[in-house]
């Protein structure tokens, strides 16, 4: 008895009918020929809610309910999550559905709401979007059920407790991954690059096709063949293309929900799948005022899920990054000349002068790039109209942060670090755009 009372809830109907009643019960005392007709009303309402309320209990398991989902969550992507519910009771029902989703979701107005006819069923669907990765871990499905009449409405709580790890955005993966099957990055806003021939290696002599480079013309099989044929290349394999993270406090900074840190991680999912996808080794490494973990570069099998679970796991310590120490290990880790991609974050052009001298010492035995972020929040902030003197004095230091990191950039590359100057939101498409530069000119 005391579970179905907890069970039972009056709706909204019942509490708009109450007033009615209790208001005419009030005008009964100025005009008294309305209190027969509330009594009657009143005893109406409970004669009709008492009847709704065992229609709602008559069917034992009159509801069942089950949330499917995906078996990982893609961090900063949308996930669909799905509520099927059955329907046992032999009358059309409507159905509110209120999941108890993770607290890191931060989502406290879901509501589902639908009709299920007799004995049917529905499938309720709702986008998750996690910001952050790890575990999360969900409550019960909470199923409120009322008649037509709407008078009463019964819970039922179903024990769908369960947890979902989020990983690195693995979707973002998927997306570049099904581009780099016929090379149409440039959808992406990923650019195509002209490939030098000369710093490529040899594939095959093939049948000239209009469109090619004639500078690639076989004289020798032309004459052969009596027909025009032509060399075909390819990207040179096996070079090394590492990711450098830096964990340090810097990486904290939030964009669109994500951190810095997120979105290099993201980035470096993509930039290693394509690699290995083109024949080249991926590597992953980890610093911040030490050098915590080191994947050195290789493209076995199932290597892209090595680099899944370790950026997994991976979080910011808020330490200063030790350049110093980073050299030192990359230099007894790498032997061999590789592409590092440096993530990141300078504000201001000191503290990237202070980690200068290491990153030539890098360039030196490795063609390094070093990802600047541009903070797109400041870009509101010149849009805005100059009202008074604080708004023009807010401009124009705005304009000196926008104008300090073009200024870093441009160090970089004078003293010969390649620069990847990028808004957060394009970091992925920035990135490959670097590498597919740096493979098409044979600057590794």
Known sequence: MKNTLRSLFLTRRFFGIGWGIVACFVGAYLLPALWPVAVAALALLAVLTVADAVRLFSVKGGIQAERSTLAKWSNGDENPVTVAVKSNYPFPIAVRVLDELPP??????????????????????????????????????????????????????????????????YIHLRKYELMAQADPFSAAGVRKMRRSAQRSEFEQIREYIPGDDRRTVNWKATARRAKLMVNQYQDEKAQQIVSLIDTGRTMKMPFGGLTLLDRAINATLVLSDIALKKDDKAGVITFSNTVHTVLPPARDKGWIQRVVELLYALRTDFAETDMEALYARVKRTLPQRSLLVLHTNYESLSAMRRQLPFLQLLSRSHLVAVVIFRNTELDGLLQQPDRDTMSVYIKTITTQFIHEKELIAKELERHGVLTILTAPEQLSTSVLNKYLEVKARGML
Do not use: H, M, W
């Open 104 to 169: 890191q979701l931060q989502e406290r107005n879901l509501d589902l709401r639908t009709r299920i006819s007799p004995a049917g069923d529905a499938a309720l669907n709702y986008i998750a979007r996690p910001l952050t990765r790890g575990v999360y871990a969900f409550g019960a499905i909470n199923v409120l059920v009322r008649t037509g009449l709407g008078l009463a409405e019964r819970r039922y709580k179903q024990e769908q407790g369960c947890e979902v790890a989020v990983y690195p955005s």
